[in-house]
């Protein structure tokens, strides 16, 4: 990103996403309430940006680079496949699906973030869950009767499979990353738990779906503070 940053903004850290459906399904919540979604354009290529939680003094920023993406996002978690993302330059008026959440692409002229690395870095602080679907059932019960459902990062590190949330433990001005082991590799957009059978599966899309469950954000790589124990 060569836009020009503000001298006084918001310290964040940026991290890619795997695809654009991923910071999609970041930015809604499946509410009324959609994140918004900021780019940056350039030759061609367009930067999306979606802040998220804070953690060590600085907001994560996620990130997708990509061509030929225009003013809205259509995202419809409820494919027949899977979810999936269309690009519009204008919002059609037959686009009123309830299942189908539109989101806003915002262009800056300057980035709001500070991105230079501090002289001391800041710690993030970390713990680790041994169970990763006991984490998941932590998340569906912290959010059950919220019209929202939870989410989770997954990333491979060291050849291993993790989850990460930032939605367990901690405050507003300082989120922890709680993680967890997976013993597959996560391959899918959403975790459903079965609470007949005390059972987490995972699902392409949310299309006949009865079950709670919590939305992964797949990660292009890891997060850079990871160091898992």
Same mark, same amino acid.
Not at 141 to 156: C, I, Q, S, T
Not at 175 to 182: G, L, N, R, T
């Given at each position: 990103m060569k836009k020009k940053q503000t001298s006084k903004g918001i310290k964040a850290k940026f991290?890619?996403?795997? #695809?654009?459906?991923? +910071?999609? &399904?970041?930015?809604?919540?499946? #509410? =009324?309430?959609? #994140?918004? +979604? /900021?780019? %940056?354009?350039?030759?061609? &290529?367009?930067?999306?940006?979606?802040?998220?939680?804070?953690? *060590?003094?600085?907001?994560?920023? !996620? %990130? /997708?680079?990509?061509?030929?993406?225009? =003013? !809205?996002?259509? !995202?419809?978690?409820?494919?027949?496949?899977?979810d999936k993302v269309e690009s519009k330059e204008e919002l059609a008026e037959d686009i009123h699906n309830f299942k189908v959440y539109k989101i806003s692409v915002v262009e800056l002229s300057t980035i709001p973030f500070i991105t230079k690395k501090p002289k001391k870095k800041a710690e993030i602080k970390m713990c680790r869950v041994q169970d990763y679907m006991k984490m998941v059932r932590l998340l569906i019960?912290? /959010?059950? *009767?919220?019209?929202?459902?939870?989410?989770?990062?997954? /990333?491979?590190a060291k050849g291993q499979?993790?989850?990460c949330s930032f939605e367990i433990l901690g405050t507003e001005e300082e989120?922890?990353?709680?993680?967890?082991?997976?013993? !597959?590799n996560i391959k899918r957009n959403f975790l459903v738990y079965d609470?007949?059978?005390? &059972?987490?599966?995972?699902?392409? %899309?949310?299309?006949?779906?009865?079950?709670?469950?919590?939305? +992964?954000?797949?990660?292009a790589e890891a997060f850079d503070f990871f160091k898992p124990e």
């Open positions: 991290v890619k996403v795997a #695809s654009i459906e991923d +910071i999609a &399904r970041l930015a809604c919540d499946f #509410s =009324n309430r959609i #994140s918004p +979604i /900021f780019c %940056t354009r350039e030759k061609g &290529r367009t930067v999306l940006m979606c802040p998220a939680e804070k953690a *060590g003094g600085a907001v994560n920023v !996620y %990130t /997708f680079e990509g061509s030929g993406i225009k =003013n !809205y996002l259509v !995202y419809d978690p409820s494919g027949e496949d899977r019960n912290r /959010f059950d *009767g919220d019209d929202k459902p939870g989410k989770v990062y997954a /990333f491979m499979q993790y989850l989120q922890i990353a709680v993680y967890a082991k997976v013993p !597959y609470y007949t059978k005390d &059972r987490v599966s995972e699902a392409d %899309t949310l299309m006949n779906n009865v079950y709670p469950h919590v939305r +992964i954000i797949n990660l």
